[in-house]
């Protein structure tokens, strides 16, 4: 093996365990929902390359506004899926999308793009 082989295999076995630890490793953003007047917890997601923030925390039982605003257009943040509450949300690029729900167990709810390659959570307390 030459050197430019060597140094080709060393970027690529980079590459590969940065793509590992941002995916699954790198440090995850947390926020409460704000509490408005009318008891409704909302919470500001923005879509760009992931969810941020990507852990989402609420209250049980009082009812949820998620404001999803894409601010890409890059096809995998087309769709938003909460399997957990069945919903299926499209995100028109630079716009915002409100998902309303009502979380009546505690727990910690995965949601996905499409492709499940971004990923969140909503943790009901």
Known sequence: MDSAELI????????????LW???????????????????????ITVKGGYSPDVIEV?????VQL???RDEESSCSEELLMPDFRIRRDLPAFKTTLVE???QQAGR?????????????????
């Open 67 to 69: 404001s999803f605003y």
């Open 8 to 19: 080709v295999t060393a970027g690529g076995l980079a590459l590969a365990a940065f793509v």
């Open 22 to 44: 941002y995916f699954f490793f790198s440090a995850r953003r947390t926020a409460a929902a704000v509490s408005s007047s009318g008891g409704v917890q909302e919470v500001a």
């Open 59 to 63: 209250e049980r039982g009082k009812p």
């Open 101 to 103: 729900l009502l979380p």
């Open 109 to 125: 709810f995965e949601f996905t793009c499409g492709m499940g390659m971004l990923r969140g959570s909503l943790v009901v307390k």
